[in-house]
């Protein structure tokens, strides 16, 4: 049996897999836990070889996606998943009904989802402005789910190009400076900015939107779920709205 430690993200997860396969080591000879230094099963296991694979786009797309989930229990069924494609089941990705396929693909729902809710509730607030190019700076604070920040950047940097901005999260926090994005490490809800004029300004549109003739207290619930109410601006006012 050879024991693995979980990968930190899909890059790593992709360079073991292919030692792992160089060596012809399969899944079920594979014992994955959590302890950073291995010790719980004596020394985890680092293959000595690699190789390139040839597997499908949509594998991969699969993979990167999945590797956001915050279980770690994908790393096992992604491995499996590439040794059968691998080892003669080369349209397995076409079995619907094959229960490893549909674990992982139940998993990149939910992460398609957490990364739904990211776009949505993000909020801004202004911070300061750059002293030379002008350029406002704002800092938001958001609690994914899932490990998703890496997953989300295009979307912010096409959104809000034009100001600098932080999405500060407990996993990792992403920069933008008007000319790249950066990571960095995750921090806590203290290094998040206090309410701004921003806010107020949420809280008047979510005002002027609210219909009452068309609430429907749980679709609104299932929509915007209460655990993001706390970071939320305009959630200070759902409930007297509703009354």
């Known amino acids: 049996m050879v024991t693995l430690t979980y990968p930190k993200d899909f890059n790593d997860w992709r360079k073991l897999a292919r030692g792992l396969l160089a060596e012809g080591i399969s899944p079920t000879d594979l014992l994955w836990e959590a302890r950073a230094d291995g010790s719980l099963f004596g020394e985890s296991f680092t293959p000595q070889k690699s190789t390139q694979l040839v597997v499908p786009k949509g594998f991969i797309d699969l993979a990167r996606t999945a590797a956001a989930h915050r279980s770690d229990e994908q790393w096992s069924l992604l491995y499996s998943l590439l040794w059968r494609l691998t ?42 402005e750059h002293e030379n190019s002008g350029r406002e700076q704002f800092i938001s604070w958001f609690e994914p789910q899932h490990r998703i920040i890496r997953l989300t950047w295009g979307f912010f940097r096409n959104r809000f190009a034009g100001m600098n901005w932080s999405i500060l999260t407990p996993d990792e926090c992403m920069h933008w400076d008007g000319q790249k994005i950066t990571f960095t490490e995750g921090v806590d809800q203290s290094q998040a900015p206090d309410e701004d004029a921003l806010d107020e300004l949420w809280r008047g549109y979510y005002r002027s939107i609210f219909n009452p003739a068309r609430l429907k207290v749980k679709a609104m619930q299932s929509e915007m779920p209460k655990k993001y109410w706390k970071n939320l601006p305009e959630a200070e006012i759902i409930e007297e709205l509703i009354s």
């Open 87 to 128: 080892h003669g089941e080369k349209h397995l990705l076409s079995l619907s009904t094959d229960p490893e396929l549909h674990r992982i693909k139940a998993m990149v729902k939910h992460i398609s989802r957490d990364i739904h809710k990211m776009h949505a509730f993000v909020r801004f607030r202004k911070v300061s």
